[in-house]
């Protein structure tokens, strides 16, 4: 069957849609990041308390998006996400009047429960609206358009900083405005979608449980969290810290440390791409998931080890590709996954990122707090640990892509002797 007969053109417009959510989700996330330590002195708070402005978002979506796998069961995609972006807005704006510590926290913890709120909705908007053959270039594009809001996060915030007279609340207000703007276009032009036949296998239809339910028994679904929660971890942490370090531990400025530090997700756009294309072109998954871990664990040690700027800067490009070069690949083979649809993969990315999320909450406090007695440098190397847990678990998860017959068959092969050896005489 030619799924192309059961797409609309309208998809284009909720694509475009999903590019500006996931652009501004970065934005209001980690705008703080960058001016973190004129926040610290403004409200007069530890490194540890500055963290959990970031990191209490983290929490947040660790909860929420479980309440968002909820919602899609019984509202649809469209309605949560809609429901989590005006959250976002409304309070990051808020967060511009602010002034004190506790004020600023409450903000970031509602803009937490919206952020959850529209972590699952884009994975199953796309599942409804494309056909099986597109999900991996779409996914690669959607996870691409994140890490342009980070790099625009520790491009534009030093200079906006500037402009509005060093206002750290003036950044944050301008940033939920642009927020706003995108939520008023969900609200106008948001259409919930039907999805196309697809040839995964069918639906089983004696299911009872409810949607989460089900995907928290699958296995490769388990091992999907595991490995969010250690690379999360890791690059909370370093997303979180990295300009922090570069300010006290190698006499950057402020806009040097901020330059440095968007290498990471700049590259990270990049990798996204690659990974994206890889996976799409050779019909593999598993090839783009475990080995990029490992560029993660490679190229944060010699972010912190190395002194040179040019080879710290080749570390985080090392990183960029860790993080975001399996991204495409681990969403599209958990649609591909057996009986999966877009209320299973609603329920299947809430989970996942809630477990995934649930690390970057913990990585930046524990580290922050761990730093004030041992140091920021020894913490960073130490929960380096973490970066192992995506390696390992996803190794063990099975290939799903349309290009794992030619590997078996290969696989198969080299394992038969070609000529059966003479017997002796």
Known sequence: MNE?????????????????????????????????????????????????IISIIALCIGIFSILGAVVIEKLGALRCLQIGVWLMALSEIASGFVGSFYALLVCRVL????FGMVIAPPGSLTMEWFGESEWPYVNMINFAFGYVGLTL????????????????????????????????????????G???????????????????????????????????????WVFQLYTAFLPQFFRGFRAMSLAEASQLTQVLPLTGFFAVLAGGFGTALTGLRKPFTWPIAIFTLVGCFGAIELSDPTWVGFSLVLVGIGSAGSLAAITTLMMELPNMNPT??????????????????LSPV?????????????????FLVFQFLPIVALYFLPETGPGRAGVEKAAEGGAQPAVEPAKSA
């Open 344 to 361: 299973r993969l609603g329920a299947a990315l809430g989970f996942v990122w809630a477990v995934g999320y649930f690390g970057a909450f």
């Open 111 to 114: 803009e937490g429960v919206g």
């Open 366 to 382: 524990l580290g922050g707090k761990l730093a004030a007695s041992a140091g920021l440098r020894p913490v960073m190397l130490g």
């Open 194 to 232: 039907t999805p196309a036949p697809i040839a995964t296998q069918p639906e089983n239809p004696v299911a009872s449980e409810s949607a989460l339910v089900e995907v928290m028994k699958m296995g490769s679904v388990l091992l999907i969290a595991v490995g969010l929660f250690g690379g999360m």
């Open 4 to 52: 192309r007969v059961h797409l609309s053109p309208y998809r284009w417009v909720i694509e475009l849609l999903l590019l500006l959510l996931l652009t501004v989700q970065s934005l209001t996330w980690l705008a703080p990041a960058p001016i973190l330590d004129e926040i610290k002195k403004g409200l007069g708070i530890t490194l540890g308390s500055a963290g959990l």
């Open 153 to 192: 996060v520790f491009r534009i915030t030093p200079t906006l900083f500037a402009a509005v007279n060093s206002s750290w609340q003036s950044v944050l207000f301008y940033y939920g405005i642009a927020t706003a703007g995108v939520a008023l276009l969900w609200t106008i032009l948001g259409r919930q």
